[in-house]
């Protein structure tokens, strides 16, 4: 592993254990050339996925993105960092076992979507609204009355 900190090829591994969400290992490691210390994660991958555009393009898969998407939409909204991970490692798994090599882009947005639905309604309607590509206030509007509808299902008690 190169060292971030002066491109040192030879660091040293000086522990490792199994990362919170139990899906990686965490490598605290040393460069003996600058003494940097720094901390990698290694993650298990299923197969190579690629991407497949709206437009018929293919790209690998990349799992930063996937992050990315889910921050922006969380911006400045009170949601714990092991949640979104979680949500992330979810979304990766089930797309490297689902036995295809190539994914739609649809179907991630789909994934991320449902993922959203469940740690943020506001993060869910902001992403809705670029996926979904909203161009009036009432494709807001309908978003919004969904979750209202589905808020009122959930909060309805039995007698």
């Not at 040293?12 to 990698?40: L, N």
């Not at 994914?103 to 609204?129: C, H, M, N, P, T």
């Amino acid at each position: 592993m190169r060292c971030p900190y002066c491109g040192s090829e030879d660091t040293q591994v000086k522990d490792s254990r199994p990362a919170e969400d139990a899906t990686s290992i965490r490598r605290r490691r040393i460069c003996p050339d600058c003494g940097g210390r720094f901390t990698t994660f290694e993650r298990v991958q299923l197969r190579e996925l690629l991407v497949v555009k709206k437009t018929g393009r293919k790209a690998p898969f990349d799992r930063n993105k996937l992050v990315r998407s889910f921050q922006i939409a969380l911006r400045k909204r009170p949601v714990d960092p092991d949640r979104i991970e979680r949500a992330v490692s979810g979304i990766v798994r089930r797309l490297e076992s689902s036995g295809e090599s190539e994914i739609s882009s649809e179907e991630i947005g789909l994934q991320v979507l449902e993922a959203l639905k469940s740690l943020d309604d506001v993060a869910f309607v902001r992403y809705a609204s670029v996926y979904r590509d909203f161009s009036h206030a009432e494709d807001f509007e309908k978003v919004i009355a969904e979750i209202n509808a589905k808020i009122g299902r959930d909060s309805v008690v039995d007698p």
